[in-house]
């Protein structure tokens, strides 16, 4: 049984940076509230400043920790497969756009994961057994259509895992998060989440022990090879 604590006990665990640095991104988010242009546009400034300083503190903080144990989950889910070069070097003159493969960003990889829980190297390999994977793929690419031409949000979309809830808590877990009863869990995100809507502490709880499992095994599921005859 969990004792529910009435103070804010949680201030006490959670890095301080970190909770800033969310603090910054939910008080931008709520600027498109604002109908005064002038006053919006001030706002956007000053706000701006904010998330530059928490960034840079932030990652000042992120390399402070030696052996992070879910800082490496946004490289997992975009690893590519065996045969893919690790950087896309594109030939073109300097300064350039360029239309590049959609399935190569981290973002489009990021869906899969989002979506089903499985990382991109995962789903590939389920594509070369089953025609049936084919119908997640589909999904992802109309996902990231609704995304990219603005019918739709990570915020928006029907996912596994709601995108800003999943990189909150995964940032949030090295810096104090996991160690937090139910009860802390809730009045921090309460606070601290850009959605800035009401947490239930039992989905939390939840959601804090789906992603733990999920990030944890991670980069074994991705030891699979998807090199041909391997």
């Known amino acids: 049984m969990t004792t529910r604590l009435l103070s804010d006990d949680w201030r006490a665990r959670v890095n301080t940076v970190y909770v800033r640095y969310w603090l910054a991104n939910k008080a931008n988010r709520s600027l498109v509230k604002i109908t005064d242009k002038k006053k919006q546009a001030a706002a ?22 030696k052996r992070p144990e879910f800082g490496n989950a946004a490289l997992e889910i975009a690893k590519p497969l065996d045969g893919e070069p690790t950087r896309w070097r594109l030939k073109g003159k300097p300064g350039v756009g360029y239309i590049t493969n959609p399935e190569a ?3 489009f990889r990021t869906l899969v994961f989002l979506k089903y829980g499985v990382t991109f190297r995962e789903l590939v390999c389920e594509l070369e057994r089953s025609p ?12 990231y259509h609704k995304m990219r031409w ?5 915020d928006t979309i029907k996912l596994k895992f709601n995108f800003t809830h999943f990189k909150i808590m995964v940032q949030g877990l090295d810096f104090g998060l996991k160690g937090l009863n139910e009860f802390e869990l809730e009045r921090c995100l309460d606070e601290i989440c850009p959605c800035s809507q009401k947490h239930s502490r039992h989905s939390l709880k939840k959601l804090r022990a789906h992603i733990i499992k999920a990030c944890r095994s991670l980069r074994v599921r991705n030891m699979r090879s998807t090199t041909v005859g391997a």
């Open 150 to 154: 603005g019918d739709g949000s990570l």
């Open 105 to 107: 960003s981290p973002m």
């Open 132 to 143: 049936k994977a084919f119908d997640k793929w589909k999904r992802v690419h109309a996902a």
């Open 44 to 65: 956007w400034s000053r706000n701006y400043k904010e998330l530059c300083v928490t960034s840079r503190l932030l990652n000042a903080e992120l390399a402070k920790i």
